[in-house]
């Protein structure tokens, strides 16, 4: 059974930064994305920043581009984000998840999440 642990979430002022990290017990074997994705208070759970598992190819949403930086250890199933120049708008709990579906910003595409780290950026 595939689980999935993150840990790093905080409070911290706008401007500041976070590493959250994402630890699996395994993966599946069809599993084609490793993501991050986000649920804002009121808001419905968005895709974050994801890779293609056999490509390496990282995708970011539009609002993270240049601030986020997803990496992965492979050999340690770990999984993070660096989260960098944060904005109260960033605040939310952010989640872990493994996919065998697509597109990767798509919740339905994911099989496995984690319980969720939260995340508080104050102004």
């Known amino acids: 059974q595939v689980q999935l642990v993150e840990s790093g979430g905080g409070s911290v002022p706008a401007g500041g930064s976070l590493r959250l990290s994402c630890a699996a017990s395994?993966?599946?074997?069809?599993?084609?994305?490793l993501a991050w994705f986000r649920q804002r208070s009121g808001n419905e759970r968005e895709g974050v920043a994801a890779?293609?598992?056999?490509?390496?190819?990282?995708y970011y949403a539009d609002a993270v581009l240049g601030r986020f930086a997803l990496s992965r250890d492979a050999a340690n199933k770990m999984l993070y984000l660096e989260m960098n120049s944060l904005k109260p708008e960033d605040s939310a709990v952010y989640y872990c998840?493994?996919?065998?579906?697509?597109?990767?910003?798509?919740?339905?595409?994911?099989?496995?999440w984690g319980q969720g780290t939260r995340v508080t950026v104050s102004s």
């Open positions: 998840a493994a996919g065998t579906g697509s597109p990767w910003y798509r919740r339905e595409a994911y099989d496995d």
């Open positions: 395994e993966y599946r074997s069809k599993t084609v994305w």
């Open positions: 890779i293609a598992v056999r490509a390496g190819v990282v």
